[in-house]
């Protein structure tokens, strides 16, 4: 058997256990097409079974999540904790609440965390879970509710040795909260390393709020610089604006960047003078509002419906940093037909395979999420080793940790990219080297 029918034929064994998928088995292809020049090179991953170990999670958990809501009616929704990879340390990855959660949006999230956090340099596995919970429109109360009945069930199977989950899509310091003081009753004691994301006041990490938006943008000045170029003076837009978009615009800006335009579920907000930042913050981190509040106060700012319409606007610089899938091919040929010169992918699989290719055929520099976005599961990690140490390390310390850890990611990017055949395509790059990270240790490990 070829190599290309090799993978192939992993691949087809994929979408036939794992039926309905789509995002899942987007994953695992685009990660898949990466690979031929390393099994060419190295049978020996084919023949002891590696690639078909790393498509099937060591474990996943679907349970019932119970709760009150004020009007006192019960509600249930459905959590999910996916355990994908515990070859190189306890499973690391957030927890999503959001109504299009399901199985498949999990395993899609878990696959890539194994790679991400390979890439860091640091301890952790892959895994990643979370709900179709809606936590927008809910009072404080019924998030709390609904956050003791999830931990109530997932507790058994973390811990800070074991998975370490922390927060994605709707999932913030609040959440966190309230999963640690119901994980702290129900266990009896101050396990502070089993949930990352957590306050500064109860073992949190200086820097990792703003870790995801920072890394990305630190990935990307990388790709910049070795083009020439930089974030100065350039046109900026970036899709969300959560944490990950407001730290990448924040950073961004300090690097002499413009950012023209965010966005939320409901639609985006283009102001060419320059985005609000503040603004930004105070409508999203503080008053929980839509985006579309912004032209209230920023009548020269034009609000739109419909958040995927973003990619209209000309930049020089393209952030998607809201959810998968969020660019297709059409709104990449527009992208590239407006003149972009970057894309850093802060959101999980935000371009489909079809608007990488046209990225990638149209020499448009492409900083691939699992790369990416990886600043915030990295400073995750960091969280982790403050716990276990008792120490608490400043803002500088965290951030210079993360500079250096985000070049280490691009370096070895390259260097696989270019060892392999595709020189300056950081996917294959960073596939292939999140790849063997994993594989090896999994095979010093035995069968298992």
Partial sequence: MSVEQYLNSVYETVTQRNPHEAEFHQ????FL??????????????ETGVLERLVEPERLVSFRVPWVNDAGQV??????RVQFNSAIGPYKGGLRFHPSVNASIIKFLGFEQIFKNSLTGLPIGGGKGGSDFDPKGKSDGEVMRFCQSFITELYRHIGQDTDVPAGDIGVGGREIGFLFGQYKRIRGGNESGVLTGKGIGYGGSLARKEATGYGCIYFVNEMLKARGDSFGDATVVVSGSGNVSIYAMEKAVELGAKVVACSDSGGYVHDPNGIDLELVKQLKEVGRSRISEYVKTHPHATYTEGSTRIWEIP???ALPCATQNEID????????????????????????????????KNDVLFGPAKAANAGGVAVSALEMSQNSMRLSWTFEEVDSRLQDIMKNIYQQSVKASEEFGAPGNLVVG???AGFLNVADAMLAQGVV
């Fill in 329 to 360: 091919e059409a709104s990449a040929a527009l992208l590239v037909k407006n003149g972009v010169k970057a894309i850093g992918e802060g959101a999980n699989m935000p371009s489909t395979l079809e608007a990488i290719d046209v990225f990638l």
């Fill in 430 to 432: 960073a596939n292939i």
């Fill in 75 to 80: 509600q249930v929704n459905r959590g999910f």
């Fill in 33 to 46: 097409d990466s690979l031929a020049p390393v099994f060419d090179k190295y049978p020996h991953y084919q």
């Fill in 315 to 317: 930049c020089d610089i």
């Fill in 27 to 30: 994953a695992v292809k685009e």
